[in-house]
């Protein structure tokens, strides 16, 4: 009798154990920019190679042929890129569901409604970065761990979208340090890799090199982040169109 407890609690003990002994699957909330409210930086693009930027697809390229950029965010979901080339003032304002594209010189004034669409949509994670908004608009599955950094798949909640992305999150500066964009088809079309890490505020960083790659793995183009400011006013007539 007592051989045939121990056969039958044996099992359950085993169970119980693994159970303790299982670290649970980290939240990805728990990474996100909640305690940044505002941040500005300059974007500098200081190489490119455009042979390989073109082999990423749609329209991607086309950004590094601006040089330097200020980037501006306020949470939530407000962002703002401006810049002048050869005297045109060029800006891409993003704030909830509108986009903005404005080129005063050609008349070109024009809004988007892009609810549903998130691909046409930028994010604080183009800039290394995973927002509490982002997260309301994508559900982030835990994959497992590579190296020291935790895996999340991302994946848009909207219906029938088929989009993703999967990053690979710091846990010490939470920034994404790597993240590969997939395109409605399950197809990688370009990763990224941040890096050079500085502290904005206690606990908060903001990577200050980031490298992009083709679906070939082929280096495409390098910027690095300048004058990054964190939780300072920001005017919000720049998000007003």
């Not at 999150?169 to 370009?190: C, E, M, Q, W």
Request: net charge negative; charged share 20%; hydrophobic share 40%.
């Amino acid at each position: 009798m007592t051989v045939m407890i121990a056969r039958a609690v044996l099992p359950l003990a085993l169970l119980v154990t693994a159970a303790v002994r299982l670290p649970a699957a980290p939240d990805a909330n728990s990474f996100s920019t909640a305690h940044l409210h505002t941040l500005s930086l300059t974007v500098h693009v200081v190489s490119e190679n455009r042979d390989e930027l073109d082999k990423i697809p749609g329209d991607f390229a086309e950004a590094y042929r601006f040089h330097t950029l200020s980037f501006s965010y306020e949470q939530p979901g407000k962002l703002h890129y401006e810049t002048v080339v050869l005297g045109t003032h060029i800006a891409y304002t993003i704030n909830g569901n509108k986009k903005y594209s404005s080129i005063p010189s050609v008349h070109l004034h024009k809004v988007e409604d892009v609810t549903g669409a998130p691909a046409k949509k930028q994010t604080l994670l183009d800039v290394g970065l995973v927002s509490p908004e982002f997260l309301g608009e994508y559900s982030a599955t835990y994959t497992g761990m590579a190296g020291k950094d935790y895996v999340f798949t991302l994946e848009s909640k909207v219906p029938g979208e088929t989009i993703k992305d999967v990053v690979w999150i710091d846990p010490v500066t939470h920034i994404t340090a790597r993240r590969f964009h997939y395109n409605r088809d399950g197809k990688l079309i370009s990763s990224f890799v941040y890096c050079n890490p500085v502290a904005v505020f206690p606990g908060m960083y903001v990577p200050t090199r980031i490298e992009v790659y083709n679906q070939y793995n082929k280096l495409a183009a390098v910027s690095n982040y300048t004058d990054i400011k964190a939780n300072l006013p920001i005017s919000e007539s720049i998000f007003d169109f």
